[in-house]
């Protein structure tokens, strides 16, 4: 059983010898009384308060070694807790990925086979091919085709403000800011390398739909801050859905739009230092990297840098550059 290809270090990068020591701070949450779940599909529980209003879901571990918000959703579940209005939806995705889980070597366990946020598209989800992750998303899709509003929770590898991806469409912009939580939305078109569960179809396509969906990263993976933003972000979309009250609703936060995706073309792309997410870079034509032998420039004036991955192999997002807007 595979977790999949790590990414190569260029030869000349500091981190040739390997990835920095990351320390996991908090501890995996024992999810085995959450198992079973009470829909069908292991690992999901949904709360039905029986009064009218949305199917909200939430999701944890699509990535199988970020469970700062597993950690928040366990909590939930061992709290009782009951939705004001509507439905709620609380889900673990890539179990069998998190029960492989090793303290010793955390990166190891992103998923087993194929990254489970790279296959939501019709292509991949009713095709023939198999893997650990695409059984896993067509078992998951039914509760996924019945959410009016969606939030997936997400850690970072690499320093970074915690942000909001709300995707390239304007209904998961509306929610995102609807939500505010964290205090930076970042607007994107998403990988080349697959659909994420933000860019799926019901959340993306047709007028008539009303659906919406929107992915937190609420931290570096394995630091408590990460848990206190998602507990935030998850209370903040709760009171949007009307499914809980007493929490205030928080500033608008800063939205910002992606004009470039850099995906590295080669083994050997390298920052030309260690840039922190959320940093501005303020003159176009700036080398903030090189890919091989070319010199990755900034494309305007007041770039943001978004999740920028510090080692990145071939086909891999290095970086999204992105300009503030006004909201």
């Known amino acids: 059983m595979s977790s999949g290809p790590q990414p190569e270090a260029p030869p000349h990068s500091p981190l040739v010898h390997g990835l920095p020591d990351f320390a996991v701070e908090i501890t995996p949450p024992d999810l085995t009384p959450f198992i079973q779940g009470n829909t069908g599909i292991p690992g999901f529980t949904t709360l039905d308060s029986g009064r009218e209003g949305p199917h909200v879901v939430i999701t944890s571990l699509i990535h199988g070694n970020e469970f700062a918000g597993a950690i928040v959703l366990a909590e939930m579940l061992r709290a009782g807790f009951a939705p004001l209005r509507g439905r709620l939806t609380l889900g673990f995705a890539n179990l069998a990925a998190y029960k492989q889980f090793d303290r010793k070597n955390p990166l190891a366990t992103r998923y087993l086979e194929e990254d489970l946020n790279r296959v939501w598209d019709d292509y991949q989800l009713f095709g023939v091919r198999r893997s650990a992750e695409l059984d896993r998303a067509r078992a998951m899709k039914p509760l996924i085709d019945s959410a009016d509003l969606l939030l997936d929770l997400h850690t970072m ?71 206190a933003q998602s507990r935030a972000t998850v209370l903040s979309l709760l009171r949007h859905a009307g499914m809980v009250a007493g929490i205030a609703a928080p500033q608008r936060p800063r939205l910002a739009q992606v004009v470039r995706t850099v995906t590295a073309r080669t083994n050997r792309f390298i920052f030309v230092r260690d840039f922190h997410g ?27 840098l978004v999740l920028p991955a510090l080692r990145v192999a071939h086909g891999h997002t290095a970086v999204r550059l992105a300009k503030i807007l006004e909201n």
């Open 278 to 304: 959320g940093e501005m870079v303020s003159a176009a034509g700036t080398i903030i990297a090189h890919d091989g032998d070319e010199a990755i420039l900034t494309p305007e004036d007041n770039m943001m």
């Open 157 to 227: 590898l690499w320093p970074s403000e915690p942000l909001m991806l709300c995707g390239a469409g304007a209904r998961g912009r509306e929610l995102a800011l609807a939500v505010g939580t964290p205090g930076l939305v970042v607007a994107d078109a998403g990988h080349k390398g697959g659909k994420r569960l933000i860019d799926y179809g019901r959340f993306t396509e047709g007028a008539e739909q009303k659906a919406s969906c929107v992915l937190v990263e609420a931290g570096q993976h394995w630091e408590a801050k990460a848990i």
